[in-house]
């Protein structure tokens, strides 16, 4: 149980373009959810918290119109990329806290924009 | 400061030895704690989780983890590493009293394990 999909696991995009991602909860609802950014060999950045019904709340930093954020289901929350450049390649990943107060994470995202 | 600390960057252990990974916490209450575990190119796994009781905490893979109040620590041993354990160890807290309830990462240890 617990189980967070992300998708897709990898996307190659152009610059200039946008990318979404999604992070489903398959067995629970999730009325928020959490959005990190990892850079190669480094720890995770939470971006945002999303939360369903309401607007996502940012991080200090974190470019709300670059990184739009949406969480219209109990079950999905999306990350969109928009106007995509080289520095928004990263791994991506959302999480969701679970009934039991762990926290679940996708298998994350690795976004490449070329 | 507030902040999450893994004081080794990478450590290298031989496979059957014992293994224990360190994290410290700076905050005013004790915060929930977390071990994570992410293998290359993959999500997160939790390793196992303290919110409170018993300070010695079983998880997966004969992972435990040891809370100490006095040294805000959560330090993760294992008595016998195997090849397949070679990963990012992630130490990981919930600050309490925080308006939403987002986890906060250590820098991460990197393990590689020699056959």
């Known amino acids: 149980g617990a189980v967070v999909s992300q998708h897709p696991s990898r996307v190659i995009c152009k610059s200039g373009t946008s990318v979404k991602i999604e992070c489903r909860s398959l067995d629970f609802q999730a009325t928020t959810m959490f959005w990190y950014r990892q850079f190669p060999k480094k720890s995770l950045m939470l971006m945002a918290t999303s939360n369903e019904g309401s607007k996502a709340t940012y991080e200090q930093g974190v470019e709300k119109d670059k990184f739009l954020i949406n969480h219209a289901s109990l079950t999905l929350s999306t990350l969109t990329v928009t106007s995509a450049h080289p520095e928004d390649s990263s791994f991506y990943i959302c999480s969701a806290s679970t009934p039991n107060y762990g926290y679940t994470f996708g298998s994350g995202t690795r976004l490449t924009v070329v | ?115």
């Open chain 2, 1 to 115: 400061a507030q902040s999450v600390t893994q004081p080794d960057i990478h450590i290298t252990v031989s496979e059957g030895a014992s293994l224990e990974l360190r994290c410290n916490y700076s905050y005013g209450a004790t915060p929930y704690l977390f071990w994570y575990v992410q293998s290359p190119g993959q999500g997160l796994q939790l390793l196992l989780k303290y919110f409170s009781g018993d300070t010695l905490v079983q998880g997966i893979k004969g992972f435990e983890a040891e809370f100490k109040r006095s040294q805000s620590s959560f330090n993760l041993r294992k008595p016998s590493v195997h090849w397949s354990d070679a990963a990012e160890y992630f130490c990981a807290v919930v600050p309490l009293g925080t308006s939403y309830d987002k986890v906060i990462f250590g820098p991460g240890t990197s393990l590689s394990v020699i056959p």
